[in-house]
């Protein structure tokens, strides 16, 4: 059988993994991408800000890429557009309204041009070989959609992140007969989301969480802070729409939110009623019982305003006595410490807290077992292909497949950097590819071979600079002027008069702190990294490693 006659599936992220999600679909040498997403980094990567796909493979594969379709506009779909795009030869970006909002945001701070061409979710579209249609699907964010690429040998159905709401908060539900009508044609191809697998069931819908934010908010004498994600538009109109039920005014506290809110009303998405929203700089006139603010940080993040708040660092805003936080999200995996962190700083304020745990305050935007045999029953593929998710996520996908009546043998398990191969006869994988990640620091938009190459070339360009900060455990004081060390900084960039000056100042700094903020060692280490940091740029105009050390005694 001829190369032509066989589609090659791709995965340059997102399988086997939470994050980047990228995919190549190929018939013969014509090729389209979907989603081009990012991730964040692990721990221990320190001055990683994103992690992107790396894409050195698909230059030597003789590949005419024809377009990039995007399912939707989170982060983990869309974050590595901006990086990667320019390497793909300015090949037109095709999304829905939302996502492309998203999208020209994020072209707009880099500088960046590109082709952004509307995705229709009602005609197919030509795209080289390809014809290709959108299928509007519920998810977290604003029109999310399935992708659909016609081939020769049949449809391959990219779901992208989905779910099936009955009853969404836009009024705009799935039009499953869409999937049916595709089942009728015949599926060559389902490649399913695969995050929520391992629950069972199905995720309630958008609308079952107003009742219990309504509930929450009026039960509140004091102010109201509500934390969710700042892409959820549904789940911010819905909270938005309590806090005025309840006779508040919004404010909304993080550069996230006000990007995203500005965006979907501009689109005539966000219903804000008239006087309602306020800007976060005048909450002073109104009386805590009359204000909700919405706010970013619901994962512990350091520098969100969340965080800020609870450490009584945002200016104009102080949690106390009678105030109550919401948490309308869920804890993504490994931010467990960082959020109970963040509850015990909020508790030290006199707040109380309302947390998912507690009452239904959120509800996923993925579909959960019983949704993911609904999408194999309606598109009924020749061939099922797991995407993602982690390795047991796919496992469990796969698992359902069968269930649902797809003979195993016409299943593939295959993670990033292995190929799928699909022709009228089978579904095998095939050969590997490299399918890496590249570490990009955000402030100076190198992308980083890896973290070696990194450390290597900070320290032969700019040096080391270490700290000791001793703190005594009792008072939550500093015992002693911080020590600086400096190796491989040039001496005129830091004499011993710029030292002394440095090491008054950070001292200064940190008497200034809470015996709260001090008695936190993690966060005393980073605020000291990212003080020195700063202080180096803005005085010496250089980026020295920054190595502190702090002890409690």
């Known amino acids: ?142 029109d999310a959609a399935s992708i659909v690429v016609h081939t020769p040998l049949g449809a391959i159905v990219h779901t992208g992140d989905f ?22 044609r015949g599926v060559l191809l389902l490649a399913s989301d695969s995050t929520n697998a391992t629950r069972s069931g ?28 700042a892409s959820n538009m549904f789940r911010i109109q819905q909270i938005i729409d309590a806090a005025v039920a309840n006779g508040r005014s919004v404010a909304l506290a993080g550069r996230s939110l006000d990007k995203n809110v500005g965006i979907t009303r501009d689109l005539g998405r966000l219903n804000i009623p008239g006087g309602s929203l306020i800007d976060i700089k005048q909450i002073d006139a109104l009386p805590d019982r009359e204000l909700l603010i919405i706010a970013t940080g619901s994962q512990g993040e350091w520098r969100a305003a969340l965080a800020r708040i609870a450490q009584n660092k945002f200016t104009g805003l102080r949690l106390g006595e009678g105030d109550l936080v919401i948490f309308s999200s869920s804890n ?17 304020r006199g707040a109380r807290i309302l947390h998912a745990g507690q ?39 796969q698992s359902l497949a069968t269930a649902a009546g797809i003979p195993f043998e016409r299943t593939v398990m295959a993670e990033n950097g292995q190929m799928v191969v699909v022709d009228s006869k089978k579904i095998r994988r095939g050969d590997s590819f490299h ?18 190459l990194r450390d290597r070339r900070t320290l032969a360009d700019d040096g080391i600079i270490a700290v000791t900060v001793v703190l005594s455990r009792n008072e939550g004081t500093l015992l002693m002027t911080p020590e600086l060390l400096a190796r491989g900084v040039l001496h005129e960039d830091l004499s011993d008069d710029v030292l002394d000056k440095a090491t008054d100042e950070l001292a200064h700094y940190l008497r200034q702190q809470s015996k709260e903020n001090l008695a936190d060692l993690d966060q005393v280490t980073e605020d000291v990294r990212v003080w020195l940091r700063r202080w180096c740029k803005r005085h010496i105009k250089r980026r020295p490693m920054v190595l502190p050390v702090v002890v409690e005694v």
């Open 1 to 142: 059988m001829s190369h032509s006659q066989r589609i090659r599936c791709m995965p340059f992220g997102g399988v086997g993994e939470f994050g980047k999600n990228m995919m190549v679909y190929t018939l013969g040498n014509d090729a389209v991408i979907v989603d081009c997403g990012m991730g964040f980094p692990a721990p221990g990567q320190h001055g990683v800000d994103l992690v992107i796909p790396d894409i050195s493979a698909l230059k030597t594969m003789g590949l005419t890429l024809h377009a990039l379709l995007l399912t939707h506009g989170h982060e983990d779909h869309i974050g590595a557009v901006p990086f990667l795009l320019p390497q793909l030869g300015g090949i037109p970006v095709y999304g829905t309204p939302v996502t492309l909002a998203l999208v020209q945001s994020k072209l707009t701070e880099h500088h960046l041009k590109a082709d952004l061409r509307p995705l229709s979710l009602e005609d197919e579209i030509p795209v080289g070989p390809f014809t290709v249609e959108a299928i509007p699907v519920t998810h977290s964010i604003m």
């Open 435 to 452: 399918a890496g990640a590249v570490f990009v620091d955000g402030m100076s938009r190198d992308e980083l071979d890896d973290l070696v």
């Open 332 to 348: 993504i995996p490994g931010n467990e410490r960082v959020i109970a962190g963040l509850f015990n700083h909020i508790y030290r």
């Open 163 to 184: 779910r099936f709401d009955p009853s969404p908060v836009d009024g705009r539900p799935t039009p499953i007969h869409r999937f049916s009508r595709l089942g009728d």
């Open 202 to 229: 199905s995720c309630p819908s958008e609308r079952s969480v107003a009742p219990a934010l309504r509930q929450a908010i009026g039960g509140c004498k004091g102010k109201v802070i509500v934390t969710t994600f």
């Open 359 to 397: 009452a239904h305050l959120h509800v996923s935007g993925h579909a959960q077992a019983h949704e993911l045999k609904m999408m194999m029953q309606l598109t009924r593929p020749r061939y099922f292909y797991p995407v993602h998710g982690e390795y047991r996520n796919l496992v469990e996908h």
